[in-house]
């Protein structure tokens, strides 16, 4: 099955700092690989994703990019906001199947401050 | 743009008592998921659903858990004995299986249970 290591945090950076929270997974076959963000107190929110190698996922200026060689997503955001301060997850997915399920990282808790 | 639902927001039960979590996924979604996190922790596959049979379950789903989709609806998540240590957020998911987006779930707002 899939398994993923994920960045320990917690991450602190000032606003406008550059951001990378590290990911590699093992799987089986080919997932597709997915960044979730959790605000604080509030539920799952797809932030990108990524179906096949060297595809890129943005969205609200991070990216992050399918590195098959590497076994890697790693998340990038040149910027970052105060607004930004939630928890994010690499979670790869099993595809072409009926089950098609998510595995989680552990979580990076980043803070941005002023 | 549809989204997942999940009712109630929030469920305080005792130890030993049976709760059923619902969840309405979006309308022409096909998979269907129950993943949980409890408090401070990672989020934890618990049990797939499509063509209304279980597809696959994890460690954590045993013989106390039971899924339905009773109405072509609701998905709904059964715990017959609550314990202690069920206490967590249970997410619900769907997806819709085909086109562009069929690899993507969709994640309802969640639902705290509290297990007393």
């Known amino acids: 099955g899939n398994s993923v290591t994920q960045m320990e945090g917690p991450v602190t950076l000032s606003e406008e700092a550059f951001l990378t929270i590290n990911c590699t997974y093992t799987a089986t076959g080919y997932p597709s690989l997915f960044w979730y963000v959790q605000y604080p107190g509030e539920g799952l929110q797809l932030l990108l994703k990524?179906?096949?190698?060297?595809d890129k996922g943005s969205n609200k200026g991070f990216e992050a990019t399918y590195r098959k060689e590497t076994t890697s997503f790693h998340l990038e955001k040149g910027s970052v906001q105060v607004s930004d301060s939630a928890v994010y997850f690499c979670a790869p997915q099993k595809s072409n199947t009926n089950a098609g399920k998510s595995t989680f990282g552990d979580g990076t808790t980043l803070t941005v401050k002023p | 743009e549809p989204e997942v639902t999940q009712t109630p927001s929030h469920q305080v039960t005792q130890m030993g008592q049976e709760v059923i979590l619902r969840c309405v996924p979006i309308s022409n979604h096909l998979y269907f998921y129950w993943y949980r996190q409890i408090l401070g922790q990672k989020v934890e596959f618990l049990v797939s659903?499509?063509?209304?049979?279980?597809?696959?379950k994890s460690e954590i789903f045993d013989d106390q858990f039971s899924v339905e989709r009773p109405d072509g609806s609701n998905f709904t998540l059964k715990i017959r004995s609550t314990k202690l240590e069920d206490s967590a957020m249970y997410f619900c998911?769907?997806?819709?299986?085909?086109?562009?987006?069929?690899?993507?779930?969709?994640f309802g707002p969640g639902t705290r249970l509290t297990v007393l």
């Open positions: 990524a179906t096949k190698a060297d």
């Open positions: 659903f499509y063509n209304n049979e279980i597809s696959e």
């Open positions: 998911a769907s997806r819709d299986g085909q086109g562009s987006s069929r690899d993507t779930q969709y």
